[in-house]
């Protein structure tokens, strides 16, 4: 999910029918806590990247700048729902799958 540039997000988000989650205070680094926008499926469940193994490494992140570009441009939306850990949820907006599945 490297040097993925913002249309390539919004496609991959789209075509894999992916939410947004704001999560706050995960811990992050030698800053300590930090917020930050996981992508995951309805029910909450975080997509991730496994090893050739199996085992899952990490929660595939959106950078936070690409998901302000995203609300200013109206291609996401807050959802009236929350995961179990209380972050808010986002969904793509018509224009924003249109956008990510063209």
């Known amino acids: 999910m490297q040097n993925m540039n913002s249309t390539e997000y919004l496609e991959f988000i789209a075509k894999n029918n992916l ?3 704001y999560e706050k205070d995960v811990p992050g680094g030698i800053t300590g806590k930090r917020d930050a926008i996981t992508m995951g499926d309805k029910d909450g469940r ?12 990490s ?3 959106l950078p936070m700048e690409v998901f302000e570009d ?14 179990k850990n209380g972050s808010a949820m986002f969904c793509l907006t018509e224009e924003g799958k249109a956008r990510g599945m063209s």
């Open 70 to 83: 995203f609300l200013t441009a109206s291609f996401v939306k807050k959802t009236d729902e929350e995961d």
């Open 46 to 57: 975080r997509a991730g990247l496994s090893n050739p193994l199996g085992y899952s490494n």
């Open 19 to 21: 939410y947004l989650f």
């Open 59 to 61: 929660c595939l992140e």
